[in-house]
């Protein structure tokens, strides 16, 4: 584990190094994703210009949801995203070789190989905006709310990223895998709605049970929020889920691999 360590920590000095000699882009990006977020205000804020509360959550219950779910798919994408958009491009030009060739596990090597430091400037406007929407809603947290919070955002990130690595490991058998990871990029988008608002269907049953995307924020949110609620259920769906889908696809990318023959030879 010190090895992994050690390897991961010289990937990310290297990410960090490599944003840097690109300034300009960096904090475009940062400022980017700050006015996508600002967006997800401003429709809030028109929402709820019309009505007081949407499928019982009120308006700072509402803002603490969607800031939990930029913390959460921020995390995601300064870790994992951008390696795994990457994937199906290293299947299809033999670029895997190289991966398959050091001497770490080879999905280790292709899901960390670069780091995003713009998103984590980011995740810092998400925990902004849910410690002045607690002050908003004059909740005092728990350490244990706390604890539990931090370990919710941890398993939601796992779903994130087991999901797309396993979308991205459809590149072994699809040309053009990139599809699939930006089609599920949009679909994690519906962690910032309540949960309350769908109404129990197929839909909701697929991305409540399988594909967990509603609870992975929703989960947390709550667990912060809302002291008079249990989060035990939720947060047992939230670590069984992570658990299974992370395990699912570990066995996926095993199975690509093992019929795998290279695109350069």
Known sequence: MSRYLEIYWLMIRNSLIREMNFKANFLLWIIVEFLW????MVFLEVIYAQVNNVAGWSKWECVLL???HQITSQIFQAFFYVNLAELPELVRTGRLDLMLLLPVDAQFAVSTRKFGMDNIINVLVGVGVVVFCLAKLHVVPTALQIALYIVAI???VAIHYAVLFGLATAAFWIVRAQGLI???FNVFN?????????PYSLFKIIFTYFLPVIVVANVPAITLARSFQQPWTGLAQLAFGAVFIVAITRGFWRFALRRYSSASS
């Open 154 to 156: 941890g398993f939601g």
């Open 37 to 40: 977020f600002v967006g997800q």
């Open 190 to 198: 519906i962690a910032r709605i309540p949960e309350s608002v769908f």
């Open 182 to 184: 930006y089609g599920y």
């Open 66 to 68: 969607i800031g939990t």
